[in-house]
Nanobody, 118 residues
Framework: QLQLVESGGGLVQSGGSLTLSCRLSGNTFGIGPMAWYRQAPGKQRELVAEISDESVGTYANSVKGRFTISRHNADNTLYLQMDNLKPEDTAVYYC????????????WGRGTQVTVSS
């Protein structure tokens, strides 16, 4: 099985920065696109950024120009650099990985809390 563990969340002031990490372990064979999602209280989970096998990133309009997604396949880690944070970025951030092969294709971490104070 594949396990995902997020880290790097915390409390930061508006305008500040945080870097989230997602470490993959277990059976990492066949991993394709990876992504960060977030869920604020009372809201649905939403896609923040996605990165392809070839490390091409795409972003939600709300974070474009402020967040950067990257992946280091050699050490099985996904990152999300978040700059110029705003109170509306407050949410639990989840790491997602999809596999090209195997009976189970969609994997999630447990999330890390990001809180931005105004």
């Amino acid at each position: 099985q594949l396990q995902l563990v997020e880290s790097g969340g915390g409390l930061v002031q508006s305008g500040g920065s945080l870097t989230l990490s997602c470490r993959l372990s277990g059976n990492t064979f066949g991993i394709g696109p990876m992504a960060w999602y977030r869920q604020a209280p009372g809201k649905q989970r939403e896609l923040v950024a996605e990165i392809s096998d070839e490390s091409v990133g795409t972003y939600a309009n709300s974070v474009k120009g402020r967040f950067t997604i990257s992946r280091h396949n050699a050490d099985n880690t996904l990152y999300l650099q978040m700059d110029n944070l705003k109170p509306e970025d407050t949410a639990v951030y989840y790491c997602n990985a999809r596999k090209w092969v195997g009976p189970k294709r969609d994997f999630w971490g447990r999330g890390t809390q990001v809180t931005v104070s105004s």
